[in-house]
């Protein structure tokens, strides 16, 4: 029954928009080498299975760029057909103002309730029982990115935890390689921050400060490790001088990096590169000290427009970014895992791999993004370019100011 109803739903929204061919243009910050690759299969898709034309809206530079400019032309009234944004909060604002498509109709004619896995990634697209986004993948930050050959050069084994990487930290600077590569952007020592809290604090003392806003925690020993540990990461990522991440990563796919703390968006870069996992580079979930991920990632939003043939055209773009042969080729190219369970994804590589069971496993957390609104995510990231960016920033004052976010976090 469901197959045929979403067959007829799709068939009621394709022949909807059908009547009239739509441009719809689509924002994302997806401009790096395997995001690129990867947002041209949402657009071959788009282009080739509807009517439609996909005007493709990359915005240069990070999230940290590309969100103000959305939500600023969203709110000033020249909205976009389209846009990508992560999974959490940061467009509680654009809906609760009532300028997000209400998606609902797509999702029960898409059977999305049963689809969507973790259903969490759903949940946050809710908002009174209405559905204001489609998610189209998981990402996950807990990984570490590590060089086959940057260790091979210092005659060092691959670490396979974080405090073997930092034990071979010496020889990776003794063989001229920088130890832990690092772009100059917030949001990229933020994440790493982010990381190594619950793998050196524990998903404990995480818990107890990032969905519970402990300060007391924050301001206590486990914490007290975690910025001692960042502020020797500060010192192996030193000498990184990249601005992009994927910059960074490029110096641990020519091996004149030991490693990367990033998400597995990671992936697309190495895959471009045509770098193989497990042969060219290991990957380490949860720093190698918890099998873990949490569910960061991407879903589109629609902002509504008065123009019935883009409205139809939001839709089946919505419907196709969940389906099954999208989802298989889109997510291939993004490094990232499907939001889906019932689609083939044996072609995944070995870091791919070792998601899909870890998120079989059910040891996911929810991402920052999804518990710390966006003020306190750009207070945190405030204070990390600062600590990152100042050697003389001592652990123990940037442990204090933190604690102080997070007594005032929402
Ligand atoms: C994240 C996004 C990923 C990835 C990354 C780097 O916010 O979820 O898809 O592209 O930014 O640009």
Avoid at 54 to 65: H, L, M, Q, Y
Avoid at 171 to 188: H, R, T
Avoid at 305 to 323: F, H, M, R, T, V
Wanted: hydrophobic share 45%; charged share 20%.
């Amino acid at each position: 029954m469901k197959a045929i109803k979403t067959l007829l739903g799709c068939t009621a929204i394709c022949a909807a928009s059908a009547a009239s061919a739509a441009d719809l243009e689509v924002t994302h910050w997806w401009t790096s080498g395997g995001e690129a690759a990867a947002v041209s299969e949402f657009a071959k898709a788009f282009n080739e299975k509807t009517d439609h034309n996909w005007v493709d809206g990359a915005i240069a530079g990070s999230g940290g760029t590309a969100r103000p400019i959305i939500i600023s032309r969203i709110l000033g009234g020249d909205p976009m057909g389209a846009t990508q944004l992560n999974h959490g909060r940061q467009a509680e604002e654009l809906i609760e103002a009532g300028l997000l498509l209400d998606l609902t109709d797509v999702a029960e004619a898409e059977g999305w309730k049963d689809i969507v896995n973790p259903s969490s990634l759903l949940d946050a697209c809710t908002l009174d029982g209405r559905i204001y986004c489609a998610p189209v993948n998981i990402h996950s930050w807990q990984w570490m990115w590590l060089s086959h050959q940057a260790f091979a050069d210092a005659g060092q084994p691959v670490p396979a935890n974080w405090d073997e990487f930092v034990a071979s930290a010496p020889a990776l600077v003794e063989a001229g390689k920088v130890p832990l590569a690092m772009g100059q952007q917030p949001w990229q020592s933020a994440g790493a921050f982010g990381v190594m809290t619950i793998a050196i604090a524990g998903i404990d003392a995480w818990r107890e400060v990032t969905v519970n806003k402990n300060a007391d925690v924050a301001a206590g020993p486990e914490y007290a490790k975690v910025f001692e540990a960042a502020a020797n990461a500060r010192e192996m990522a030193a000498d990184s001088n990249v601005q992009d991440w994927n910059q960074a990563t490029n110096l641990v796919i020519t091996g004149k990096a030991g490693a990367q703390i990033m998400g597995d968006w990671a992936q697309g870069e190495f895959q471009v590169a045509g770098q193989t996992a497990g042969e060219d580079y290991t990957c380490l979930p949860g720093l190698g000290v918890n099998q873990l991920l949490d569910t960061a990632g991407d879903a589109f939003y629609f902002p509504k427009q008065d123009d019935p043939a883009i409205e139809a055209a939001q839709k089946e773009l919505a419907a196709l970014l969940l389906s099954p042969d999208v989802q298989v080729a889109f997510n291939l190219k993004k490094g990232s895992l499907p939001i889906r369970g019932d689609i083939d994804l044996s072609a995944a590589n070995d870091c791919m791999q070792k998601g899909l069971e870890i998120l079989a496993s059910g040891n996911i957390l929810p991402s920052g993004d999804m518990n710390l609104s966006p003020d306190t995510q750009g207070q945190i990231e405030d204070l990390m370019v600062e600590f990152w960016n100042d050697p003389s920033y001592s652990a123990a004052d940037a442990q204090e100011r933190y604690a102080e976010i997070i007594a005032d976090a929402d």
